[in-house]
C-alpha cells in the first residue's frame, strides 16, 4: 500500500533530540484525528525507539538518528526510527523485559514499551551497521462532529 502523506526528520544522537522527535511524531500524528490516547501511545513509543538509538547505537560517540514518519489510507501511522550506529547482536535477547546493555541505570523496557503501544513492531539491526526499528498504529476513525 502507498503513503498518503510522508516525513524524515534526521538529527544528531544528543539526548535532548528527543523530545525533538517525540514532539514532530506527534503533529504528524495529530492530521489522524487521534485520541490523546493514542497521541500519548505514539510519543511514548517514539521516545523509547529514539531514546535506544541514542543510547545504545551511540554509547560512545554523536551519530546520525532518522526519523520516518507515513500515513496510510487505511489510517495507519508508521514509524521508523534508524540509526547507523553499534547494531545489537542478538534482537531477540535484546527484545526481553528487564535485559539492557545500557548500565544500571536503565530498565531494560524499551522494547516491550514500545510493543505494548504500537500495532506492531519490528526490528532490523547488524552489528557495526545500526537498527532499524518500524512500527505502526492503527487510528481509530472518529464520528464527524
Known amino acids: 500500500m502507498k503513503a498518503i502523506n510522508s516525513a524524515k526528520l534526521e538529527f544528531l544522537s ?70 547507523w550506529g553499534a547494531g545489537i547482536p542478538d534482537i531477540e535477547k535484546a527484545r526481553q523485559p528487564m535485559f539492557t546493555t545500557g548500565g544500571a541505570e536503565r530498565s531494560g523496557m524499551g522494547f516491550t514499551i514500545m510493543e505494548s503501544f504500537m500495532d506492531t513492531v519490528r526490528v532490523r539491526s547488524t552489528p557495526g551497521r545500526g537498527t532499524t526499528v518500524s512500527m505502526r498504529k492503527k487510528i481509530s476513525v472518529r464520528a464527524q462532529r
Do not use: M, W
Request: glycine share 4%; proline share 4%.
Open 14 to 83: 544528543r539526548s535532548a533530540n528527543e523530545a525533538f522527535a517525540r514532539a514532530s511524531a506527534a503533529c504528524f500524528a495529530a492530521q489522524l484525528d487521534p485520541t490523546l490516547e493514542e497521541l500519548g501511545d505514539i510519543k511514548t513509543a517514539v521516545s523509547e525507539a529514539v531514546t535506544n538509538a541514542i543510547v545504545h547505537g551511540y554509547p560512545d560517540q554523536l551519530g546520525r538518528v532518522a526519523l520516518k514518519l507515513r500515513i496510510y489510507p487505511d489510517n495507519c501511522l508508521e514509524v521508523v526510527v534508524q540509526d
